[in-house]
């Protein structure tokens, strides 16, 4: 039953899991160089190897793609989250949490072959330069954008700090040329930040980048300038980063010199991260959201909250990753991302999953909370099997496998039903959504605030008829038939991408949130 509704989405989500893992719980600390580890005068066998093949070999060959390819053999070899970048993908997993990344400033989507600008950022250097919500970017310093993939595209407008993108732009049908200054562009790793009501604020937090805390704490103080009481944290699907952001956050919600954390490795000793100062939050009643991708750094926050029972964990088991990372340059250019120890929460539980049998049995363990229940049914978790440990107030929690939570709640399995994934796949829905916007924007801005939306939206039937409409000319999908449960669940998404465009992930989460079984859940543990 559930089971057929779920492959719609697993493949996405596994796919998720497996680039996730290469990067959650990235580095405890800054890393280093590895230079100083290798200052042997006798050379390696794999170095006299590269060395023969360079000199002696029959065809021209790149000895650094091989020096690559026998590293990557080494690192399978150990954990899964210990991994090698080439010097080709080591900048763009290092922006991945440095918060910034340089750029002209846009969100962009790919319609028919065609860069549709969906968002400008406010005082970026697209802003400054002009360029509008509903531009069609057709070149980039006179390379076309037209066809080309996805990545091809980011490569033309990303670019140094400082340097010059001349964009030649379709607006309302006419060609004019722009030049944009490129700039360094911030990446929020904070989606949503609001009161749900008038004493309980909801923060959603996508990974612990380097200014994670930073953002955390404007947000919070925000929220207390409106009244906030009560906390939902919505940490589902952050697959972690930087810990010290964790450990910064935890000491805002614990007291005293409580610990948060400790590492261990074989060639590390046991380090202690305890709370430093007062909190921002330490009395009001908090409650912490995961799921199957909370991991690493979301995994010792929740964990450490748990253990002094100063929250309540509402979802399903975490994802199950206590290791960290450490990253070590390499005079190529490349790097490792190396794990160096293991995490203990305050009880001294690990949450790590057992990785024994290789790197794929660890990630289709994924796989398996679907096929085997667990998702569905909070009796069917494995960690239940674990060492048990008791916190201060005789709650018994579990280590070994990921942070179970206190309150389970099963995952919708009506939430993509399968009659509509061509809608997504093919990109018909973001396309909908997307015109629909540009034609009906001045409707949708005169709501005052992304809640005034997500209360009184009141275009229902029209956005639904005319979707009904495009569904069945774009990709022949019949929406009539779908049950009224699927109806509505696909109502409230087109809602909510509508409200994306304006209010961004605010208005995509304050829609969304209002049906959301985990955040009811939470709102009636904090009423209590």
């Known amino acids: 039953m559930g089971n057929k509704k779920l492959q719609v989405w ?16 990235y580095k405890m600390n800054k890393g280093g160089s590895a230079k100083g580890f290798f200052q042997s005068s006798k050379p390696s066998s794999l170095q006299e190897a590269l060395d023969l093949i360079r000199t002696k070999y029959v065809d021209p060959v790149s000895t650094d793609s091989l020096q690559g390819g026998a590293i990557q053999e080494m690192m399978s070899k150990l954990d899964p989250h210990s991994v090698y970048f080439p010097p080709v993908e080591l900048k763009a997993v290092n922006e991945d949490l440095a918060g910034n990344f340089d750029g002209i400033g846009v969100e962009f989507n790919v319609f028919s072959d065609t860069v549709n600008v969906v968002y400008v950022v406010p005082g970026g250097p697209s802003d400054q330069a002009g360029l509008q919500i509903g531009d069609k970017i057709v070149a ?38 722009i030049n944009v200054k490129r700039g360094s562009i911030p990446v929020p790793s904070i989606d ?45 699907g952050n697959g972690g980063g930087y810990m010290n952001e964790a450990i910064e956050m935890a000491d805002e919600f614990l007291d005293g010199d409580k610990l948060v954390v ?100 660890y990630m289709d363990e994924i796989w398996e909370r679907y096929s085997n229940g667990e998702a569905l049914y909070a009796d069917s978790n494995k960690i239940h099997n674990g060492r048990e440990y008791k916190t201060p107030s005789g709650h018994i929690v ?52 992304a809640a005034d939306y997500a209360e009184h939206f009141g275009k229902f039937d029209q956005l639904w008829n005319e979707f009904v409409q495009y569904a069945a000319a774009r990709d022949s999908v019949n929406l009539v038939l779908l049950t009224a449960r699927q109806k509505e669940t696909l109502q409230r998404r087109l809602e909510a991408f509508l409200g994306r465009f304006r209010w961004r992930n605010t208005g995509y989460f304050q829609v969304l949130n209002h049906e959301d079984a985990v955040i009811a859940k939470a709102m009636e543990e904090i009423k209590k």
């Open 140 to 177: 980039v310093n006179d390379s076309t954008l037209v066809g080309v993939s996805l990545a091809r595209i980011k490569e033309f407008i990303r670019g140094e700090r400082g340097s010059v993108a001349t964009l030649k732009l379709v607006r309302n049908g006419k060609e004019q040329m």
């Open 398 to 449: 579990f280590g070994g496998g990921g942070i179970m939570p206190d309150f389970f709640v099963p995952i919708d399995t009506s939430t993509y039903p399968i009659s509509i994934n061509k809608l997504f796949t093919s990109g018909s829905f973001n396309s909908f959504v997307y015109t629909y916007y540009l034609q009906h924007r001045k409707e949708i801005d005169q709501y005052s605030s």
């Open 192 to 236: 949503a930040a609001y009161m749900i009501d008038k004493t309980t604020g909801y923060i959603k937090l996508n990974k612990f980048t380097e200014n994670s805390y930073e953002e955390f704490m404007e947000a919070m103080e925000n929220l207390q300038k409106q009244g906030l009481k009560e906390l939902i944290y919505d940490l589902r």
């Open 10 to 25: 697993l493949p996405l989500l596994f796919s998720v899991v497996l680039i996730a893992g290469m990067f959650f719980g």
């Open 262 to 361: 400790y590492t261990e490795g074989v060639h590390t000793k046991k380090k202690e991260y305890r709370c430093k100062r007062p909190g921002l939050f330490e009395k009001g009643k908090l409650v912490i959201l995961i799921d199957e991708l909370s991991a690493s750094a979301s995994e010792v926050l929740a964990g450490a909250l748990q253990d002094w029972d100063r929250a309540i964990i509402v979802g399903r088991r975490s994802f199950g990753k206590g290791l960290v990372q450490e990253q070590y340059q390499l005079s190529d250019g490349s790097a490792l991302r190396l794990t160096v120890a293991r995490y203990y929460s305050p009880l001294g539980r690990s949450i790590q999953r057992p990785y024994d049998k290789g790197k794929k049995v």
